[in-house]
């Protein structure tokens, strides 16, 4: 049993009569990177905000290390923040800002000094000591912040979407380097963000949320792979959708027809992240497949898989793949869209406008929910354990 | 290296010959006219004399100086105490309040000067308001005179100059992220500290702007003290005009102008320079 550092039960905050945090119920563990994804407007700073002690919850509790904090102010509480556009104090240089924790502490002389200088050292900012914050870059604004929110040895890091006022390039190399920090020091993260492809990348756990409810706590590969909230489903990455019944069900498979004349047959993948849902026969159900789980063919698969005939009706280049927008021959208004990665294997067989092919995909490759959120499955499935926040 | 301007651009102009014709072009006037000797009639004869410097420094006009000063002072240090609270309200207000309470600080300016102070007067005189309504009230029995005094000469340059003091610092507090008072928070910084390491710093040009447009007119304010302090309250400002219009000595009004202004320029200059020095390489901020 890993240990849950720091918990959050039924957490609820209401501004007026608009409730920005609906009930939210989360472990974070020890020395984890944490994000919380989600919208603007999803309740996520506030989220944070009720963790780092600018905000009181409604109701519900905050327990670190068992010890409960939500009425501590924001500097009992052993969290400290990066703020996010850093708040660094203008008026004061590198050096005072990072400083200022401890001084606020009556930490003084030597014991301050070596602090500084580590906690400078840490973010690789020792040469800018004496320099002014205005006449620093954007990265080494958020090295200061870090460096400044690290020095109080806090048991968790907050993180308000720190990488947000970087551009593109900066934004990609300041992910790597919070991530090998997170990793040396064994900190507790917690990165609130809403571009999903930086919470995937860097986080042990996700939480999604949306208009105030955590919709779903997992890993990247269990967010993704298996969303269990339509919600979930289409804010990371982006989904095909396809309305469904099931037709006949097995132990092992699901056939389910729709607008198209072949059963589609549906299967668990291997890896037991997503287990086969409970069905009954004729049930209503919504079939979703990520873009990039087709495969564009000349001719019809021989194999067991799933296919439909399509019509290409456009083409987007995007360097590492070819996003294609495809319309069905037996349903025009189902449209289709299908990501396939740009190698040199590939390349010959570069599809044009208008061309007619089959796209396939495998059964283990859907994913099947009801009209909301996600079926419930089996019991004996291993899939129990991701249970949502 | 930026190429070094050696004249003014043609838009400076009009503005600097503004300012020579109306500012530089009288100073010197008035300087030259501090150092003639007076006429027997009002008029001025061409002798050239220190005389009248010498005679400022008479222990009487010192006392007057001095008191000119203290109350000078201290309405810029009540303004900076009432006006700093009401300046955080509205940089804090949303911009529905914020608006309206903008407004009430202004209106004030649409009411002439003279009437605004001559209706403060009859409001605390004896036979005012406050006074009858102190009576009805029971509060005190007798009437009660505020007027004619140096107290009231402090309220009424306090109500008048009080907007100059607010503007500025509102302008300074509109542009203080407070978020930085969060972060101040999150680093253990008490209420105290946030408020001196962090406000105060942050906001000390819109203090700096804002004193100095309190403190300069109130130390050569003439009219205030006149209707609101009776005969009793002798001001820098009162000498110099009465110097000027009933004792008809211009070179000793122009004499004691020029010592007042220089007090005035020279500790402008010295506060300026010890602040903005603590700035170091930092962009001043505009207030």
């Known amino acids: 049993m890993v240990f849950r550092m720091l918990r959050l039960l039924g957490l609820r905050k209401s501004f007026g009569t608009m409730e920005a945090v609906k009930g939210a119920d989360l472990e974070i563990q020890e020395g984890e990177f944490f994000s919380i994804l989600g919208p603007s407007g999803c309740g996520k700073t506030t989220l944070l905000r009720l963790l780092g002690g600018f ?8 327990l670190l290390d068992g010890r409960r904090i939500d009425q501590l102010p924001p ?11 850093y708040a660094l104090f203008p008026h004061l240089n590198v050096w005072k800002n990072v400083a200022f924790g401890l001084q606020m502490k009556a930490i003084k002389g030597q014991a301050l000094k070596t602090r500084v200088d580590e906690a400078l050292d840490l973010v690789q900012m020792q040469s800018f000591a004496d320099r002014n914050i205005t006449t620093l870059s954007g990265g080494q604004q958020q090295r200061v912040a870090l460096a400044r929110a690290l020095i109080n040895r806090p048991k968790v890091l907050l993180l308000d979407e720190p990488l947000s006022a970087l551009d593109l390039k900066l934004r990609q190399q300041m992910k790597i380097e919070l991530l090998n920090l997170q990793r040396k020091l064994k900190q507790t993260f917690i990165f609130v963000t809403h571009d999903q492809e930086e919470a995937l990348t860097v986080s042990d756990r996700i939480a999604v949320m949306n208009e105030g409810v955590v919709e779903q706590v997992g890993t990247a590969q269990e967010i993704y792979e298996y969303p269990r909230t339509n919600f979930v489903s289409q804010f990371i990455g982006s989904i095909n959708c396809l309305e469904a019944r099931v037709n006949t069900f097995t132990n092992d498979s699901i056939a389910i027809s729709s607008d198209f004349k072949r059963n589609f047959s549906v299967r668990a993948p291997r890896d037991g992240l997503r287990p086969l849902p409970q069905v009954q026969e004729g049930m209503k159900v ?4 990520r873009p990039e789980k087709f495969k564009i063919l000349k001719s019809a698969p021989t194999l067991d898989q ?5 019509s290409i009706k456009e083409v987007m280049y995007k360097g590492p793949s070819t996003q294609f927008l495809l319309q ?6 189902t449209s289709f869209s299908v990501s396939q990665s740009n190698s040199a294997l590939t390349a010959k067989k570069t599809f044009g406008i208008g061309d007619r092919v089959f796209i396939a995909w495998a059964p283990e490759d859907c994913i099947l929910m009801g009209s909301e959120n996600a079926l419930p499955v089996h019991e004996s499935s291993p899939a129990l354990e991701l249970q949502v926040g | 290296m930026a190429k070094q301007r050696s004249f003014p651009p043609p838009a400076a102009w009009p503005g600097i010959s503004w300012a020579g014709l109306f500012l530089l072009a009288p100073m010197i006037i008035v300087f030259i006219y501090s150092l003639l000797v007076k006429g027997v009639y009002g008029g001025i004869i061409f002798e050239w004399t220190i005389k009248n410097y010498e005679r400022a420094f008479d222990w009487l006009y010192l006392q007057i100086f001095y008191e000119s000063l203290k109350l000078a002072a201290l309405t810029t240090l009540s303004c900076l105490l009432i006006g700093y609270p009401v300046a955080y309200v509205l940089a804090t207000a949303t911009a529905g309040t914020r608006n309206t309470l903008l407004v009430l600080l202004i209106i004030p300016f649409w009411t002439n000067f003279v009437v605004r102070t001559y209706a403060l007067k009859l409001l605390f005189s004896e036979q005012g308001p406050i006074s009858q309504m102190g009576i009805s009230l029971g509060l005190w029995s007798e009437p ?3 007027s004619n005094s140096s107290g009231m000469v402090w309220f009424g340059m306090l109500t008048n100059y009080l907007p100059y003091m607010v503007l500025p610092l509102y302008v300074s507090l509109e542009k203080f992220d407070f978020a930085l008072l969060e972060a101040g928070r999150d680093l253990g910084a008490s209420a105290w500290n946030n408020f001196w390491r962090v406000l ?3 906001t000390k040009h819109g203090i700096i702007t804002g004193s100095i447009l309190v403190f300069t007119p109130a130390l050569g304010e003439f009219l205030i003290p006149d209707m609101l302090g009776g005969a009793k309250v002798m001001l820098m400002g009162n000498l110099i005009t009465e110097q000027f219009l009933k004792m008809r000595d211009w070179p000793f009004g122009s004499a004691l102008s020029i010592i007042l202004m220089s007090v005035v320029v020279f ?5 300026l320079r010890i602040w903005m020095k603590e700035d170091g390489k930092l962009k001043p901020e505009k207030a």
């Open chain 1, 55 to 62: 905000e009181k919850p409604s109701s519900g509790q905050i």
């Open chain 1, 75 to 85: 500097h009992q509480r052993q969290c400290n923040t990066v703020f996010q556009r």
């Open chain 1, 286 to 289: 919504r079939l979703m497949i």
């Open chain 1, 306 to 310: 799933n296919h439909i005939e399509a």
């Open chain 1, 328 to 333: 069905a021959k037996e349903s025009p208004e």
């Open chain 2, 144 to 146: 009660i005179m505020w």
């Open chain 2, 200 to 202: 105060i710093p942050l």
């Open chain 2, 267 to 271: 500790g402008l200059v010295t506060i």
